[in-house]
């Protein structure tokens, strides 16, 4: 008999395929009775399958007495209590670095494409405008650009590393000094203050809820952008519409929003401004990386009690 898996969410069909040949999948999304499911089914569940957007809610992580892991699809997992399943001694995994490069590409696309205006002057050609108004307004490099990274952890350092590229000068905050050749403040908005740029690129959940708020976008200011690849509650974000709409800011690149897929319609007329649905490591190369990864933690439960990638609440879990 195969164990049994709950999947939370929807997954590829290279995923579906290679988790079908080792359980018995149970998907949630067809589930119409919770309650008549998890009375039937509860006790059998040993593994879940979801993704950082959907997690699994508490009240369904109580009624699987018997879970072992929660493979995670997605390097951020605050839709799951892993303190939680830690203390049950649950495995809590989750997908990081084979994400890094294409998430930091995606910062430095946002980086790019709003201050070289690129959808603007998109619309600009589209619209027949070269042609009858000339060249389209002058914008600005990131060249040489001070550029501020809220949270130093991998995909952190890979975005200050590509950024050499570009010769900025990278600072960072996180709660602690790092070992690393970029200047450390202490204080987020003194960082703020001093950048053209800051990137945020910090886990989600409670602790760093709206992190970003006005006092710290006040600080960025009216020539600043702001970038953020992580998730939408580390920023206030109706202070940094606020800000937009009152020229406070002076432009944003977003990735990610506080109720996705909800993003406020005052953001869609501004061209200072390129939105993104959450797409940052939206690559066929990088998704296909996080399936096996998802995959191959689940497998080396069921044969060897272990896993790959723990989430660090569970790093004490691990064996040896």
Not at 88 to 100: D, E, K, Q, S
Not at 160 to 184: E, G, I, S
Not at 198 to 226: C, D, F, M, Q, Y
Request: glycine share 8%; with cysteine.
């Amino acid at each position: 008999m195969k164990p049994d898996l709950l999947l939370i969410g929807g997954t590829t069909p290279r995923v579906m395929e290679a988790i079908e040949e080792r359980f018995t999948v149970h998907e949630g999304r067809k589930v119409e009775d919770w309650d008549a499911f998890l009375k039937d089914k509860g006790e059998d569940i040993i593994a879940v399958a979801t993704n950082g957007h959907d997690g699994l809610k508490p009240e369904i992580m109580d009624r699987l007495p018997n879970l072992k892991v929660i493979s995670c699809f997605g390097v951020g997992y605050d839709a799951v209590d892993a303190r939680k399943a830690a203390e049950r001694g649950i495995f809590v995994t989750h997908t990081p670095n084979v994400l890094n490069a294409d998430v930091a590409n995606t910062a430095i696309l946002l980086m790019l494409a709003v201050s070289r205006r690129v959808i603007r002057d998109d619309s600009y050609v589209r619209a027949g405008k070269w042609t009858g108004f000339g060249a389209a307004p002058l914008t600005h490099s990131i060249e040489g650009k001070k550029v501020g990274i809220l949270g130093l952890g991998r995909i952190g350092e890979t975005i200050a590393q590509k950024l050499q590229a570009f010769d900025c000068d990278v600072a960072y905050h996180t709660r602690n000094k790092r070992d690393v050749p970029y200047r450390y403040y202490a204080d987020l908005a003194e960082m703020a203050k001093d950048v053209d740029y800051l990137i945020v690129i910090t886990p989600g959940g409670a602790a760093t809820k709206h992190l970003v708020n006005r006092e710290v976008i006040e600080a960025l200011g009216p020539e600043g952008t702001l970038i953020n690849v992580a998730r939408g509650t580390v920023v206030d974000e109706k202070e940094l519409v606020s800000a937009l709409l009152d020229g406070r800011l002076g432009a944003a690149g977003l990735d990610v929003f506080e109720e996705e897929p909800n993003v406020p319609e005052a953001l869609f007329p501004l061209d200072n401004v390129v939105l993104l649905p959450h797409v940052g490591s939206a690559t066929i190369e990088t998704r296909r990386a996080m399936g096996d990864l998802t995959v191959e933690n689940l497998v080396r439960y069921i044969d060897e009690q272990t896993v790959t990638t723990p989430v660090p609440e569970c790093q004490h879990l691990l064996k040896g």
